[in-house]
């Protein structure tokens, strides 16, 4: 049975940082291109980093670029998202993708002074 179990979110000041993790199980994770999304409320889901299946290289949506990393231990099945310099519009759900098929349940990230 697939499974991705985000953990990591919570609340944290402007500024602040905060590390997601995604351990996941079920499918050949080594295999698949792993990203994290998110969504706000009333905005649609999008992309926010994503990494290849050998994690060689990776992509940022231009608003998070130079304050999030994303990495993977592909020995530990996980996926990691590390936030620095967060701010207000970082509020959202994040959730853990491994493209094109598997998703996780989602992490409340909430950046409140």
């Known amino acids: 049975q697939v499974s991705l179990v985000e953990s990591g979110g919570g609340t944290v000041q402007p500024g602040g940082s905060l590390r997601l993790s995604c351990v996941t199980s079920g499918f050949v994770f080594l295999k698949y291109m792993m990203s994290w999304y998110r969504q706000a409320p009333r905005k649609e889901r999008e992309m926010v980093a994503s990494?290849?299946?050998?994690?060689?290289?990776?992509n940022y949506a231009a608003d998070v670029r130079g304050r999030f990393t994303i990495s993977r231990d592909n020995a530990q099945n996980t996926v990691y998202l590390q936030m620095s310099r967060l701010n207000v519009d970082d509020t959202a759900v994040y959730y853990c993708?491994?493209?094109?098929?598997?998703w996780g349940q989602g992490t409340q990230v909430t950046v409140d002074s």
């Open positions: 990494i290849t299946s050998a994690g060689d290289a990776t």
């Open positions: 993708h491994a493209w094109p098929d598997f």
